[in-house]
C-alpha cells in the first residue's frame, strides 16, 4: 500500500491531506478537530504496480483501492454522508438498521455486492437496488467492515505496463453504538 493517500473533510467539506507514515505494521497519520461535527475520513491507493492475477480470474490488472471511515466530534446534528470518491459507499442509521448507499463516478451502482462484516467476524452478502442502497441489521455494537468490489474490463497502460482489467475496491468502516 506504498504512496496511500488519507484526506479528511469536515462537516463543511473543507478537504485536508493527511501526510502519512508507513510502520512495520500500518501507517499512521493526525488530525487534530477544530470543531463539533462529523469528519469524513477518505483515502486512495492509485499507484500500486500493475500485477499478474490470473490465478483469480482477473488477467493482468492494475489494483485500485478506496478507503472510508468517519470520527463524530461532540454531538452534531444529523449529517447525510455525501460520496467523495469515484468508487464509494456511505453508511446512515435507518431506525434499527445501517443504510449502505454505493456510488460509482457519483451515481447510484445498482447490482453491486457488498460483504459486511461484524466485529466478531461474520459476513453476509448484501446486493445493492436499483437505487444502489442496501440495508444491514448489525448484530452489536463495535466496529463493521463493508467491502465491494467491481472489475472495470477496459485495458491499459499504467506505468508503462500494459493492462487488461482495473480492479477498484472500496472498504468502509463503521462504528454501530
Known amino acids: 500500500m506504498a504512496e496511500i493517500k488519507i484526506a479528511v473533510l469536515d462537516a463543511s467539506g473543507k478537504k485536508t491531506d493527511i501526510a502519512m507514515k508507513q510502520t ?20 486512495l491507493n492509485e499507484t500500486r504496480e500493475v500485477q499478474d492475477w490470473t490465478q483469480h480470474n482477473l488477467g493482468i490488472t492494475r489494483p485500485v ?15 447525510t454522508p455525501v460520496p467523495q470518491q ?33 466485529p466478531e467476524g461474520w459476513e453476509k452478502t448484501k446486493i ?15 466496529l463493521y467492515l463493508v467491502a465491494l468490489e467491481w ?13 487488461e482489467t482495473i480492479r477498484y475496491r472500496c472498504d468502509m468502516s463503521i462504528w454501530v453504538d
Open 24 to 43: 512495520d505494521t500500518h501507517w499512521e497519520g493526525t488530525f487534530t478537530p477544530q470543531t463539533e461535527g462529523v469528519y469524513q475520513i477518505i483515502g
Open 65 to 79: 483501492q478506496y478507503l472510508r471511515t468517519a470520527y463524530t466530534v461532540g454531538n452534531p446534528p444529523k449529517q
Open 86 to 118: 469515484f468508487l464509494d459507499v456511505v453508511a446512515s442509521k435507518l431506525g434499527n438498521q445501517v443504510l449502505l448507499e454505493v456510488h460509482k463516478a457519483q451515481q447510484p451502482f445498482s447490482k453491486i455486492q457488498l460483504t459486511v462484516i461484524n
Open 128 to 142: 445493492t437496488n436499483e437505487k444502489g442502497k442496501a440495508v444491514f441489521m448489525p448484530g452489536g455494537k463495535g
Open 151 to 163: 472489475i472495470d474490463k477496459t485495458p491499459g497502460k499504467f506505468k508503462d505496463k500494459n493492462y
